[in-house]
């Protein structure tokens, strides 16, 4: 019979001493009346031999005579499947074990089954009966709120990341899990290590928990294919086939368990080693080996419990290799498995104590497999903390002492699922967007083994801005007007098409910016509109699959009008009190807004007028809103608007203001288009209507005079430099493009953290840098910073490396150089030369 293991996904600790939950409550029949098969059963069970324990209970089975004993027994069955993972089976054992009256636990052993085989909505009907009868059980509404929590995220995925099996070529039928990067500094990604319990393991003893060979360390190589030569070179990129990963040595692979572990920069391999001697109970232990070209020297012991039978194992080390985690059940462990960590004491050359990582991220349950990368997060693996089935993958913050800070975060679906997912790494960078994990869950797509290896992708983001530019006048659309978009590095125009659409697209947008889109043409007024990328929420994007990979896209509207220069914009909120041309907070903020719409439209001049109802008479209605008209253009000149650009006029009551085409402002539900709003008209309206009316006939606009205005000094500065003078040519001449800098890489960074540092977007750093795909940064590579800035003489003396695999020889036959110039001209770079790389020749 063929189980997914629970112990291939533990890291093959066989020392625990309790179970994952509580156990046997009906536990009551005194041993001296068991029968022997019973006892056996029993002493296996505690053993953790699950697969014989299970054998001798079904036997015991037939020889109980009580229901209790019964009951008893078909639990431990139930838990045997469990811990076996036969969940199915788990669940018809636990309910057979309830008709036995064997206790409440049964039907909270249910639902946490049904769970792990993601029956959420059955786990709650199990979970709800359990409250009736054993209320104030703390567990419970945890379970249920993580089961409707897991039933909306597999609806929903809430997360930007895919997981990919990686195929038949790496996974087997067996158990394969516990990535970790197994390559040289700098160049980490390019060899991964996992376990394995596949038939070319040397370890063919059986686990009596599972009845499973035991696992070995196997790695997998980058491999390239390069076609072509010098920059004619392309590349394609894929894993080897896995190998054990000491050869025929058995160095670190031995005929015990094998389980996790790290490289660390020095190419020393932590890993974890289990041994398995009959009769005796030997916890795991944490070993290293120093990988010396392609092979390992003689192992030396790291780190083990003092009591032999204790576990610790599954090292993780932090970025400068000064703190060891892992996990283990040693003294002082709250649950079954807990996180340490210790610190490296270079005076006697041992590692310290270790400290246990608290309850923040250690509970009742088993916390493993920790992976510390160098965004700041642990990610780590906890049956205990709440989660979709089996052990799920959470990251918590890292403090700069090392321990945890703030509390875990699940990673949700499709990183976790119901089954059993841990061992989650991500490459060196930053930013925690690709890498690998391990996963139980049948149910993923093309899931082959007992556990299988998944690609983990942080699927990106892209943006589109659109839109359709349209005539406030009529709606009718603006054709070719310009349109720009502000807000990254340079300046990105385009023009409306006859229909008034234009858009900007996801190759000219990136993520947390904040744009400004102006608009303009001529005849109208220049317009202005705001769009980010900042904190824009997953539920607005769309995902769309494409061959070239998949992204998210979110596509911002702006559906813009433009007011024509033909038509006076009335200005509603610049009002004044009866007979009075003093201005008011709200009228001095309506004036703001003339101020933007001249600073926008430097070359219009305008006509500012002020208008009255009939309640006066002509001549002092005409002084009234002249006065008022002056006040506005001073108000306007004070905010430094050219008086030369100003025309104030009092018209009176001169000009009744007529409804235009879809107007929709004050009182629009009262007048209908195009009508004027005369005296004779008014005096024949309700007494409200003539108040209405009468307050939009006292009214402020502007209206545009000339659209080719250039001011007085611009003018002066065009007349003095047209001349082509020989010696005073100054005020036309062209500064030019800034000196380029250049940004030297230390340690391990990315795009992304240089963009940060050095405040350019990743994209225009790429584009500064050959625009070259898949470049990892290598500590000592110097790159180009400066957009627009002069890189003449720099290109003059540098070239750059674009593809992988060249070395020396290769670029001095492209450039009929002399190697060996090549190479002392560059003393620091040897062998392969990575891609981005650029490298002196003069």
């Known amino acids: 019979m063929k189980y997914t293991r629970l112990a291939s996904l533990l890291a093959l600790f066989l020392c625990l001493n309790f179970s994952l939950y509580a156990q046997s409550e009906g536990d009551t029949e005194p041993e001296s009346e068991l029968s022997e098969e019973h006892l056996d059963a029993k002493e296996l069970f505690a053993a953790r031999r699950y697969t014989l324990a299970l054998e001798m209970y079904q036997e015991a089975y037939s020889e109980a005579e009580s229901d209790e004993e019964k009951g008893e027994i078909t639990f431990k069955i139930a838990e045997c499947y469990r811990f076996l993972e036969d969940y199915r089976r788990a669940e018809s054992q636990y309910e057979r074990a309830q008709r036995f009256e064997y206790g409440p636990e049964a039907i909270y052993m249910q639902g946490i089954v049904l769970m792990s085989q993601g029956e959420y909505e059955d786990a709650i009907e199990k979970f709800q009966e359990y409250q009736q009868v054993r209320p104030g059980d703390n567990r419970v509404e945890e379970r249920i709120l993580m089961a409707r929590q897991a039933v909306e995220w597999m609806d929903n995925p809430p997360t930007r990341y895919q997981v990919t099996n990686m195929g038949r070529d790496v996974n087997s ?84 368990h094998e389980s996790g572990m790290v490289m660390d920069s020095r190419g020393n391999l932590y890993y974890t080693t289990c041994p398995r001697v009959r009769r005796a109970h030997l916890g795991c232990a944490i070993w290293s080996s120093r990988k010396s070209g392609s092979n390992f020297q003689t192992p030396e012991l790291v780190y083990a419990a003092s009591d032999s039978s ?154 589109t801005i659109s839109g359709v530019l349209a005539s406030t006048k009529d709606r009718s659309p603006v054709a070719q007007a310009t349109v720009t978009l502000t807000g990254g590095d340079n300046p990105i125009t385009v023009n409306t098409d006859a229909d008034g659409y234009y858009e900007f697209n996801m190759e000219q947008l990136d993520e947390d910016m904040n744009y400004t889109i102006s608009y303009s ?147 629009s539900d009262q007048f209908t288009d195009g009508q004027e709003l005369s005296e004779a008209w008014i005096k024949r ?15 402020t606009d502007m209206k545009v005079l000339r659209d080719d205005y250039v001011p007085a000094e611009t003018a002066e500065s065009n007349d003095a430099g047209g001349g082509g003078n020989e010696e005073g040519g100054g005020n036309t001449a062209q500064a030019g493009p800034p000196p380029g800098e250049l940004y030297t890489i230390e340690g391990n960074t990315n795009y992304g953290r240089v963009a940060r540092d050095v405040r350019v977007s990743p994209r225009v750093l790429q584009q500064l ?74």
């Not at 150089?817 to 790389?837: K, R």
């Open 173 to 256: 039928r067996q158990s394969d899990h516990g990535p970790a990067w197994g390559g040289r500094r700098g160049r980490e990604t390019e060899s991964l290590l996992f376990l394995s319990q596949r038939e070319e393991a040397t370890g063919r003893d059986e686990d009596g928990w599972t009845g499973t060979d035991f696992a070995d360390i196997f790695v997998m190589e980058q491999e390239r294919r390069t076609t072509g030569r010098g920059r004619n070179r392309t590349e394609e990129i894929s894993w080897s086939s896995p190998v054990q990963a000491d050869g025929d040595e058995e160095v670190i692979n031995t005929e015990d």
């Open 521 to 667: 043409k001529q005849k109208f007024f220049a317009n202005e509109a705001n769009a980010t990328t900042v904190g824009v929420p997953l539920s607005a994007f769309d995902k769309v699959e494409d061959d070239e990979g998949d992204y998210f896209i979110h596509n911002i509207t702006l559906n813009v009008g433009m007011d024509p220069i033909e038509v006076p914009i009335v200005l509603p909120n610049v009002l004044f009190e009866t007979g009075k041309w003093d201005l008011s907070d709200s009228s001095r903020a309506a004036l703001d807004t003339v101020v933007n719409i001249l600073e926008r439209n430097p070359n219009i001049t305008i006509e500012l007028r002020s208008h009255t109802d009939y309640t006066d008479t002509d001549e002092r209605n005409r002084i009234l809103s002249q006065k008022r008209a002056d006040t506005c253009v001073s108000y306007l000149i004070s905010k430094g608007i050219s008086a030369d650009r100003l025309t104030p006029v009092g018209r009176g009551e001169d000009e009744p203001f007529i409804i235009p085409e879809g107007y929709d402002g004050l009182y």
């Open 685 to 699: 309206q309700s007494a409200q209507l003539q108040r209405d009316a009468n307050q939009l006939n006292r009214r």
């Open 310 to 463: 204790y576990s610790v194992g599954q090292p993780a080390l932090n970025a400068d290799g000064s703190i060891l985690y892992f996990a283990g059940n040693i003294p002082g462990t709250k649950g079954n498995f807990d996180l340490w960590m210790t610190t490296f004491n270079r005076r006697e050359r041992a590692w310290n104590e270790p400290t246990n990582l608290g309850s923040l991220v250690n509970t009742d349950g088993q916390e493993l497999w920790p992976y510390v990368h160098d965004d700041g997060y642990m990610y780590f693996a906890s049956d205990g903390l709440p989660g979709l089935g089996g052990l799920d993958i959470f990251r918590v913050k890292l403090g700069e002492d090392g321990m945890p800070e703030g509390e875990p975060e699940n990673m949700k679906w499709p990183i976790n699922s119901p089954g059993h997912d841990f061992g989650l790494i991500f490459e060196p960078g930053g930013e925690a967007a690709n890498g690998y994990m391990s996963s139980s869950w049948e149910e993923r797509d093309d899931h082959r083994g007992e556990t299988d290896l998944y690609e983990v992708y942080l699927v990106p983001l892209r943006y």
């Open 769 to 842: 840098n050959g625009n070259l795909r898949g470049v990892r940064l290598v500590d000592g590579m110097v790159i180009k910073i400066t957009p627009d800035g002069d890189y003449t003489e720099f290109d003059r003396t540098h070239y750059l490396v674009k593809t992988r695999g060249l070395e020396f020889d290769d670029i001095a036959d492209e450039l009929g150089m002399d190697e060996d110039v090549l190479e002392d001209l560059n003393p620091d770079w040897e062998g392969e030369l990575p891609m981005g790389l650029y490298i002196r020749i003069e």
